[in-house]
């Protein structure tokens, strides 16, 4: 019938694998040489956006806290307008979403370290903060009333 005989590990020897069968090339490329990291923004601009961010900030801790409130209250009901405008495909800035969120994220943490100055724990603060967010009477945001006081401006214009 059949005989089989197993050949030990060093006997057995396998030929190299080919992957190509073109012949080897010593060129691999050419490498310029990079003494500096490449960057899109001049070390100018970056100096002038801290400068407007560091101005922000100083604005926005003369305000009063309930003036923060009020402000932060304005700029999510834009943001609210911003998302609807997105929605019905408008024409509307997208970096503007960004701004919003930033600016408010800036407010939100400058009346944090408000309340850490006053001693109010991480607990009591989103117990408060729940607290308020209840408070808040929905109202319309300012863009929106401004272009209500212009279709109404429009409308006076037409009658008389």
């Known amino acids: ?10 006997s057995l020897k396998i030929p190299p694998k080919t992957t190509s069968t073109l012949p080897k090339s010593s060129f691999n490329g050419i490498r310029l040489p990079t003494p500096y990291k490449a960057s899109f923004r001049s070390p100018s601009s970056s100096v002038v956006m801290m400068a407007k961010r560091e101005e922000e900030l100083k604005e926005i801790r003369a305000r009063t806290t309930e003036e923060l409130n ?27 979403f960004g701004r919003m969120r930033k600016r408010i994220a800036r407010m939100l943490t400058v009346k944090r370290e408000r309340e850490i100055e006053e001693g109010i724990g991480k607990r009591l603060s989103r117990k408060l903060d729940r607290q308020w967010k209840k408070s808040i009477v929905v109202r319309p945001p300012p863009s929106l009333k401004k272009l209500q006081e212009e279709e109404a401006a429009a409308e006076a214009a037409e009658k008389s």
């Open 1 to 10: 019938m059949f005989s089989l005989s197993i050949a030990s590990p060093s």
């Open 70 to 96: 009020e402000e932060i209250i304005d700029l999510k009901g834009e943001l609210l307008m911003l998302r609807l405008q997105k929605s019905v495909r408008n024409e509307f800035k997208s970096s503007e």
